[in-house]
């Protein structure tokens, strides 16, 4: 998300002085222009609005995680910030009906 922030620094402040040099009337070719790349632009955003609403669904909320970590190695860590509550532990729950050994210097195999 933080390599987006100077893009649009940089479209925020190329776009400036054109909206102050419209104070000359505009030429003919500009107003059918204008909406033609307006419409084109909102077709887009129709088109691309479903797989972009699927990929917000399937990444979730990103502030839950750390930025990546590279590791000199060359592998790439993403921390998460808190555990979630429904992450299951990795050993499992012993059965409830399993009855726990009563030697416990014996294995069974």
């Known amino acids: 998300m933080y390599h987006l922030r100077p893009i649009c620094l ?3 402040l190329t776009a400036t002085p054109g909206a102050l040099a419209q104070d000359a009337a505009p030429s003919e070719g500009a107003g ?3 909406e ?5 632009l909102r077709d887009l955003m129709e088109e691309l609005e479903p797989g972009l609403r699927a990929l917000q669904r399937r990444l979730g909320d990103l502030s839950a ?4 970590e590279v590791l000199p190695n060359g592998d790439i860590l ?3 910030r808190t555990e979630p509550s ?3 532990p990795d050993a499992p729950e012993p059965a409830p009906d399993a009855a726990p050994d009563s030697d416990g210097d014996s294995i069974e195999l």
């Open 32 to 34: 059918p222009l204008q």
């Open 78 to 80: 993403i921390r998460r």
């Open 86 to 88: 429904d992450v299951r």
């Open 10 to 12: 940089v479209v925020l």
């Open 36 to 40: 033609g790349t307006r419409q084109l």
């Open 65 to 68: 995680y750390y930025p990546p």
